[in-house]
C-alpha cells in the first residue's frame, strides 16, 4: 500500500447522480469511508411552501426523472391522509400498475444498462451488448414496454401528468390498455428469461448482518401501502416514522442520512429487504423462479440485489398483466374533496426502496410545510459501513488500490442509488492520516 | 467516411430526467451508438473519454461556484453546445429561490444549513455561456432529442417545430378546455413538443416546455382574469418548471404588481 496522502480516482458512474466516495487510511488499514454527495441542493421542501396543494404531485416528481412516480405515489397519498380523501378500489389498483410501468423501466434500466456490466468487465450496457446482444435488446424492449405503460396510464414516461390528488385526471383508454397485453404477456416470459441469466452471474463472496426495513402488507407485494417491518422485528404503522428513524446532517453529504432513531444505526432498503420480507406474495412466476435460481430465502448478500430486482421485474409484468386483463373504463377517475387544515403522511415502495412524504396544508388549500425522506439517504449509511467491510477485507486480502476502487464502485452499484441533481463524477480520495 | 462525432452529456442541478431520454429511446439507442461517438456520458458508462467534444448536452441549472465554473469549461471544450431541459434553458423548478430568501430556505431544509453552501439564485446555462441550440421540455421530447443528434450527425442545422401546444390539441381533435371549461391552459403560450398531453387527459397545460415564440402571456393571463381565475391561481401556474423564461417571468411579476388591481375592475 503506498502512502499518498491524497488519491482521487474518477469512478461512481451508470448511478443517477452524483456522490464521491473517500476513503481514509491509518497504518495501512482502512479508518473510514464517507459517500459524499455533491448534489446541488434544489430545495424542495421550501419552494413548496405557500403553493397550491395540488401541484406537489406535479412538483415533487421533477425530484427524478428516473423514479418521478414513487415521488407522486407518496405525495398523493400523504396529502389524501391530511384532507381525509377515501380512494376508491379502482383508482388504487390503476396507481399499482402505474407503480408497475416504473419498477419495469427502473429495474430494467439499472440491471441491464447499469449493473451488468459489472459482472462482465464493460464500460457500460452498450459495449456489454457486443458480447450480449440478445440479452441487452432483450433488456431495452423490457424497458420500453414499462415506458409504454407510463405512457397510457401517465400521460407519459418521465413526469406523468395523469397523477392528482384523489386519483387520475382522467381514466387510461380502455383500447390503448388493451393494445398493452401482449407485449406484458411477452414481459413476463423475457423477464423470466432475463433473471436465469443474471442469476447465473459470479457474485463476490460478502455477506452483512444487516436490518432490512420495507413495507408489507397482508394481501399484496408491498408497493403503495403496508406497515413499516425490519427484520429485527421492527412493525409499525407508517404514521410512526419517525418515532422509529431520524435524519441527520453530515459536513460530507447535501443527502441527509437517515439512522434508527435510538440504536442510531444503519438499515437496508430496497429489493432484497422487500423481497426477504415478502417473498410469499410475490406474483406466481416470480415466487416458483425465486426457488428456481436459488435465492436464499434470508439473503444478505448485496451483489444479489440485482436477482431481487429481476424477480421484482417479473413480479411487476405479471400483475400488470393481471391488472390490463381484468380493466375496463368504467367509474370515476378522481375523488372530490375540500380543503381542511391538516397534516399527513405516507411510504411508499420507490424502485429503491421506501419513499416517505409528509404535508401540512392549511385551509385555503395551500402546503405549509412538506418533509420528503427519499430511499437513497436512507441506505447511505449502509452503503458506507459495507464499504468498510468489504474494502478492509479485500484489503487484507491484498487487493491494490485500483482493484479497490473498482470494488468500491460495484458495491456502491448494488444499491442504484439515486443521488439524481449531481455532476456525475464520483471521486474515490483516498487520505493517509498519520 | 467522415469521422463520428464525439458526443458528451453533462449534468448540474437537475433530476436526471432528460439525459435519461436518451437512454429512454429503447429502439434507436445502439443504432445511435453507431452514429456517433458516446465520448462521455457518465449515467451510462464508465468510459468517461476526455475533450473536445463535437456536441455536448448539457442538463441541469447553475446553482453553485463551482458549476459556474465547470460551465465554462464544459464550453471550452464543445464545438455545438446544446441545452436541454427546463433546468438547463430557463434555471428550472429550482429557480423559484430567487424570489425567496435563500438562507431562510436552506434552513428550513436542512439542519445544519452552514454545511451547504448554494446560490441565492438558479440560472439557465445561456446565463453563462453561449448555447449553440436549445431544446425544451421538462423532460425533453427523446424523439426530438433523436432528430436532433441525427441532423448533427449528417451536419445538418437541427431544428424543431416552435408552433403552440395549442395547434397540436387542434391536430388532435382535443376540446379546448379555456373555452369549453375555463380552465386556464397555457398552451396558446407553451412551445409544442410534448403532444398536447395534458389537454387530452383534461387537465390545463402548465407550461412545462416553456413558452413559444412569440408568445402573447399577457393577454392569455387577461383571458384567464375575464373567466375569473384569481391572481393567486394565476401567479403559481407561470411561475413553475420555466418560472424564470422571460416571457412567463414577466407575465407573472406584472400579475404580482397588478394583479390586486386588475382583479379590482373584474368584480
Given amino acids: 500500500m503506498t502512502s499518498n496522502d491524497l488519491i482521487e480516482v474518477p469512478i461512481l458512474t451508470r448511478v443517477e447522480g452524483e456522490g464521491g466516495v473517500t476513503i481514509r487510511l491509518r497504518d495501512g488499514a482502512i479508518e473510514n469511508v464517507q459517500l459524499n454527495i455533491y448534489e446541488p441542493p434544489r430545495l424542495f421542501e421550501a419552494l413548496l411552501r405557500g403553493r397550491p396543494l395540488e401541484e406537489t404531485p406535479d412538483i415533487t416528481a421533477r425530484i427524478c426523472g428516473i423514479c418521478p412516480v414513487a415521488y407522486q405515489m407518496s405525495s398523493v397519498h400523504a396529502l389524501e391522509a391530511a384532507l381525509g380523501i377515501q380512494i376508491t378500489p379502482k383508482i388504487r389498483r390503476l396507481r399499482r400498475l402505474l407503480y408497475c410501468g416504473e419498477w419495469i423501466e427502473s429495474h430494467a434500466l439499472h440491471i441491464h444498462l447499469l449493473h451488468a456490466p459489472d459482472f462482465f468487465g464493460a464500460a457500460s450496457g452498450i459495449a456489454l451488448a457486443q458480447r450480449f446482444p440478445d440479452e441487452i435488446k432483450r433488456g431495452l424492449q423490457l424497458k420500453k414496454f414499462g415506458n409504454r405503460m407510463l405512457d397510457v396510464v401517465g400521460g407519459r414516461a418521465i413526469h406523468p401528468i395523469n397523477v392528482r390528488v384523489g386519483g387520475f385526471h382522467r381514466l387510461p383508454n380502455a383500447q390503448e390498455m388493451a393494445s398493452l397485453i401482449p407485449h406484458f404477456e411477452w414481459g413476463v416470459q423475457a423477464a423470466t428469461e432475463a433473471t436465469r441469466w443474471v442469476a447465473t452471474f459470479s457474485f463476490p463472496d460478502f455477506e452483512q448482518p444487516y436490518e432490512y426495513v420495507s413495507l408489507s402488507h397482508p394481501d399484496e407485494y408491498p408497493m403503495n401501502e403496508g406497515e413499516i417491518v425490519s427484520s429485527t422485528g421492527l412493525k409499525i404503522p407508517v404514521t410512526e416514522y419517525d418515532q422509529n428513524f431520524v435524519e441527520e446532517h453530515v459536513a460530507h453529504s447535501t443527502a441527509l442520512h437517515a439512522v434508527r432513531r435510538k440504536e442510531r444505526t444503519s438499515y437496508f432498503l430496497g429489493p432484497l429487504a422487500r423481497i426477504n420480507h415478502n417473498r410469499d406474495r410475490l406474483s406466481p412466476s416470480a415466487r416458483s423462479l425465486a426457488d428456481e435460481v436459488g435465492l436464499a430465502a434470508d439473503c444478505r448478500n448485496p451483489f444479489k440485489n440485482i436477482v431481487a430486482r429481476c424477480l421484482e421485474l417479473v413480479h411487476a409484468y405479471e400483475e400488470a398483466l393481471a391488472i390490463l386483463r381484468d380493466y375496463d373504463s368504467s367509474g370515476i377517475a378522481h375523488v372530490d374533496y375540500e380543503y381542511r387544515e391538516g397534516s399527513g403522511c405516507a411510504a411508499t415502495e420507490a424502485p429503491r426502496g421506501i419513499l416517505f412524504h409528509e404535508y401540512r396544508v392549511d385551509q385555503a388549500g395551500k402546503i405549509v410545510s412538506g418533509r420528503i425522506i427519499p430511499p437513497t439517504s436512507q441506505n447511505q449509511r449502509q452503503i458506507e459501513r459495507d464499504l468498510l467491510e468489504h474494502l478492509t477485507s479485500r484489503l487484507q486480502a491484498g487487493a491494490s488500490r485500483d482493484e479497490l476502487a473498482i470494488d468500491c464502485e460495484r458495491l456502491v452499484r448494488t444499491y442504484d442509488p439515486c443521488i439524481s441533481c449531481s455532476t456525475h463524477f464520483l471521486k474515490v480520495r483516498w487520505e493517509e492520516c498519520s | ?267
Wanted: with cysteine; glycine share 8%; aromatic share 6%.
Fill in chain 2, 1 to 267: 467516411m467522415p469521422r463520428k462525432p464525439r458526443l458528451a452529456v453533462f449534468k448540474f442541478a437537475s433530476c436526471d430526467g432528460c439525459q435519461l431520454s436518451l437512454l429512454d429511446a429503447e429502439d434507436e439507442l445502439l443504432a445511435i451508438c453507431d452514429r456517433v461517438e458516446i465520448a462521455h456520458f457518465a449515467e451510462a458508462s464508465s468510459d468517461l473519454q476526455p475533450g473536445p467534444y463535437d456536441v455536448a448536452l448539457v442538463e441541469g441549472s447553475i446553482t453553485t461556484h463551482e458549476d459556474a465554473e465547470r460551465i465554462k469549461r464544459v464550453r471550452a471544450d464543445s464545438k455545438f453546445l446544446m441545452t436541454i431541459g427546463a433546468c438547463a434553458t430557463a434555471g428550472g423548478i429550482q429557480s423559484l429561490r430567487n424570489w425567496g430568501q435563500i438562507d431562510e430556505w436552506v434552513q428550513s431544509v436542512y439542519p445544519s444549513p452552514d454545511f451547504i453552501r448554494t446560490l441565492a439564485t438558479s440560472t439557465a446555462i445561456a446565463d453563462h455561456v453561449l448555447v449553440d441550440f436549445a431544446l425544451h421540455g421538462c423532460p425533453i421530447n427523446h424523439h426530438q432529442l433523436v432528430d436532433i443528434l441525427v441532423a448533427l450527425a449528417e451536419g445538418r442545422q437541427p431544428r424543431v417545430p416552435s408552433h403552440s401546444v395549442c395547434l397540436d390539441c387542434k391536430h388532435r381533435g382535443t376540446v379546448c378546455h379555456v373555452v369549453a371549461r375555463g380552465i386556464p391552459c397555457l398552451g396558446p403560450v407553451t412551445q409544442s413538443g410534448c403532444g398536447a398531453i395534458c389537454p387530452a387527459y383534461d387537465r390545463g397545460c402548465y407550461g412545462c416546455f416553456g413558452p413559444s415564440q412569440p408568445a402573447n402571456t399577457a393577454s392569455l393571463v387577461s383571458q384567464f382574469q375575464s373567466q375569473g381565475h384569481s391572481t393567486e391561481k394565476l401567479v403559481p401556474l407561470l411561475r413553475s418548471f420555466n418560472a424564470a423564461a422571460p416571457e412567463f417571468h414577466h407575465a407573472s411579476e406584472k400579475l404580482v404588481i397588478l394583479g390586486t388591481s386588475s382583479e379590482g375592475r373584474r368584480s
